[in-house]
Protein backbone atom coordinates (compact mmCIF):
# COMPACT_ATOMS: atom_id res chain seq x y z
CA UNK A 1 0.00 0.00 0.00
CA UNK A 2 1.03 3.39 -0.41
CA UNK A 3 0.35 6.82 1.13
CA UNK A 4 0.26 10.19 -1.19
CA UNK A 5 0.68 13.06 -0.19
CA UNK A 6 0.09 16.38 -2.16
CA UNK A 7 1.66 19.66 -1.82
CA UNK A 8 2.72 23.22 -3.97
CA UNK A 9 -0.83 24.28 -4.92
CA UNK A 10 -2.22 27.97 -4.11
CA UNK A 11 -3.41 31.48 -5.95
CA UNK A 12 -1.62 32.38 -8.97
CA UNK A 13 -2.59 35.11 -11.86
CA UNK A 14 -3.64 33.66 -15.32
CA UNK A 15 -0.75 33.25 -17.53
CA UNK A 16 1.36 32.27 -14.33
CA UNK A 17 2.81 28.86 -13.21
CA UNK A 18 2.76 26.57 -10.51
CA UNK A 19 4.63 22.94 -9.82
CA UNK A 20 2.84 20.24 -7.84
CA UNK A 21 4.27 17.63 -5.69
CA UNK A 22 2.84 14.32 -4.77
CA UNK A 23 5.24 12.43 -2.22
CA UNK A 24 4.68 9.02 -1.84
CA UNK A 25 5.27 6.67 1.02
CA UNK A 26 7.17 3.19 0.83
CA UNK A 27 9.93 1.39 -1.15
CA UNK A 28 8.33 0.10 -4.43
CA UNK A 29 7.47 3.88 -5.72
CA UNK A 30 9.18 2.79 -8.94
CA UNK A 31 5.76 0.27 -9.67
CA UNK A 32 3.40 2.58 -9.40
CA UNK A 33 1.51 4.17 -12.48
CA UNK A 34 0.79 7.68 -11.35
CA UNK A 35 -1.55 10.40 -12.30
CA UNK A 36 -3.24 13.92 -11.57
CA UNK A 37 -6.69 14.19 -11.32
CA UNK A 38 -8.80 17.63 -10.57
CA UNK A 39 -12.05 18.24 -9.26
CA UNK A 40 -13.54 21.79 -9.73
CA UNK A 41 -17.22 22.93 -8.00
CA UNK A 42 -20.15 20.90 -8.71
CA UNK A 43 -17.92 19.11 -11.85
CA UNK A 44 -16.99 15.88 -11.90
CA UNK A 45 -13.33 14.65 -11.48
CA UNK A 46 -11.35 15.05 -14.59
CA UNK A 47 -8.17 13.35 -15.65
CA UNK A 48 -5.33 15.86 -15.61
CA UNK A 49 -1.70 13.26 -16.50
CA UNK A 50 -0.34 10.21 -15.84
CA UNK A 51 2.63 8.31 -16.10
CA UNK A 52 4.57 5.20 -16.52
CA UNK A 53 6.44 3.36 -13.98
CA UNK A 54 9.44 3.87 -15.67
CA UNK A 55 8.54 7.65 -16.70
CA UNK A 56 9.36 6.70 -20.08
CA UNK A 57 5.45 7.51 -21.03
CA UNK A 58 3.23 10.68 -20.19
CA UNK A 59 -0.35 11.12 -21.32
CA UNK A 60 -2.21 14.18 -21.37
CA UNK A 61 -5.97 15.25 -22.16
CA UNK A 62 -6.20 17.79 -24.88
CA UNK A 63 -7.15 20.67 -22.43
CA UNK A 64 -3.83 20.67 -20.63
CA UNK A 65 -1.33 19.06 -23.47
CA UNK A 66 1.61 21.49 -24.22
CA UNK A 67 0.70 23.64 -20.96
CA UNK A 68 1.35 20.87 -18.11
CA UNK A 69 4.13 17.97 -18.04
CA UNK A 70 4.14 15.52 -15.61
CA UNK A 71 6.88 13.71 -14.51
CA UNK A 72 8.82 11.35 -11.45
CA UNK A 73 11.79 10.48 -10.03
CA UNK A 74 11.81 7.45 -7.92
CA UNK A 75 14.71 8.00 -6.16
CA UNK A 76 12.47 10.96 -4.31
CA UNK A 77 9.60 8.57 -4.43
CA UNK A 78 7.90 12.07 -5.93
CA UNK A 79 5.65 12.82 -9.05
CA UNK A 80 5.95 16.95 -10.10
CA UNK A 81 3.19 18.16 -12.19
CA UNK A 82 4.52 21.77 -13.85
CA UNK A 83 1.25 23.43 -14.89
CA UNK A 84 2.40 26.73 -17.42
CA UNK A 85 -0.08 29.36 -18.47
CA UNK A 86 -2.22 28.40 -16.00
CA UNK A 87 -6.01 29.40 -17.15
CA UNK A 88 -8.99 30.36 -14.75
CA UNK A 89 -10.48 27.05 -15.87
CA UNK A 90 -7.90 24.62 -14.54
CA UNK A 91 -8.87 26.04 -10.54
CA UNK A 92 -9.90 23.25 -8.59
CA UNK A 93 -8.30 20.42 -6.41
CA UNK A 94 -5.79 18.57 -7.69
CA UNK A 95 -5.34 14.76 -6.43
CA UNK A 96 -2.55 12.73 -7.50
CA UNK A 97 -3.37 8.65 -7.72
CA UNK A 98 -1.34 5.77 -7.95
CA UNK A 99 -2.15 2.18 -9.11
CA UNK A 100 0.61 -1.07 -8.79
CA UNK A 101 -2.29 -3.22 -10.48
CA UNK A 102 -0.66 -4.33 -13.88
CA UNK A 103 -4.17 -3.41 -16.27
CA UNK A 104 -4.27 -5.00 -19.87
CA UNK A 105 -4.64 -2.08 -22.38
CA UNK A 106 -5.14 0.89 -19.56
CA UNK A 107 -6.71 3.81 -21.00
CA UNK A 108 -4.84 5.36 -18.21
CA UNK A 109 -7.46 7.93 -17.78
CA UNK A 110 -9.92 6.40 -16.28
CA UNK A 111 -10.46 7.04 -11.99
CA UNK A 112 -11.63 3.60 -11.80
CA UNK A 113 -8.02 2.47 -12.67
CA UNK A 114 -6.44 3.81 -9.88
CA UNK A 115 -6.18 2.65 -6.20
CA UNK A 116 -5.01 5.19 -4.18
CA UNK A 117 -5.41 8.43 -3.69
CA UNK A 118 -3.79 11.87 -2.04
CA UNK A 119 -6.22 14.34 -0.65
CA UNK A 120 -5.76 16.78 -2.36
CA UNK A 121 -4.21 20.63 -3.04
CA UNK A 122 -6.52 23.51 -4.04
CA UNK A 123 -5.36 25.77 -7.18
CA UNK A 124 -7.22 28.74 -8.01
CA UNK A 125 -6.19 30.71 -11.09
CA UNK A 126 -7.28 33.91 -11.15
CA UNK A 127 -8.10 36.22 -14.32
Known amino acids: QVQLVESGGGLVQGGGSLRLSCAAS????????IAWFRQAPGKEREFVAA????????YYPDSVKGRFTISRDNAKNTVYLQMNSLKPEDTAVYYC????????????????????WGQGTQVTVSS
Open 26 to 33: GRTFSTYV
Open 51 to 58: ITRSGGNT
Open 97 to 116: AARSRVIIKPTMTALGEYDY
